[in-house]
């Protein structure tokens, strides 16, 4: 069955504009990242990039880093639930929603440090504190990067949580 769609024409710069109906309709926002790719018959689709896969993908290096350097144990987070992780007790804690100071922290783009008694469904897992930083690229959190310990946390890991969390937002930046 063959479907009529909206006809666009690339202007002198090769460019075309997604229609405002199919923006809303698929929510796609301002800043996220399209794939473009051919098939065999010479279509071209064009689609939502997931940046939830790039995020784990970037962010389980970055945590296997920053475990290695500090001990502690490092969660990556999309937007909804901790994704990937290196470090002692970090299967605990992968598949687990992230608690609201931490989604909260995200949407406000700011670092936030919190005992692990103030963050919802992670009490069990052994850790005390936590500290998380949002991984932000254009303007957009894409996720987060978290450093449990069943410790207080320095001033210096926390800022050092901060500063991966960073260098993965320069690497999304390639998507």
């Known amino acids: 069955m063959e479907t009529k769609g909206i006809i666009r024409r690339l ?7 997604v229609p405002k109906e199919y923006r809303r309709m698929l929510k796609i926002e301002l800043g996220d990242p399209l794939e473009i790719f051919t098939m065999s018959n010479g279509d071209i689709v064009l689609r939502r990039f997931d940046m939830s896969a790039a995020v784990k993908n970037e962010g389980t290096l970055a945590a296997a880093a920053l475990e290695s350097e500090t001990g502690k144990t490092i969660l990556v987070a999309d937007k909804n639930y901790f994704v990937a992780g290196a470090g002692k007790g970090r299967n605990c804690v992968i598949g687990s929603k992230l608690p609201s100071v931490m989604s909260d922290a995200m949407s406000g783009f700011k670092s936030v440090s919190a005992a692990t008694s103030d963050l919802e469904g992670l009490e069990e897992c052994g850790f005390a504190y936590a500290a998380f930083s949002p ?3 254009n303007s957009i959190s894409y996720g987060g990067l978290a450093m449990f310990s069943s ?6 890991e926390t800022r050092l949580n901060k500063l991966t969390a960073q260098m993965v ?7």
Request: no cysteine; hydrophobic share 45%.
């Open 11 to 17: 202007d002198d710069l090769g460019r075309i504009v």
């Open 135 to 137: 991984i932000v690229n």
């Open 169 to 175: 937002a320069i690497n999304l930046q390639r998507y």
């Open 151 to 156: 410790e207080p946390l320095s001033d210096a």
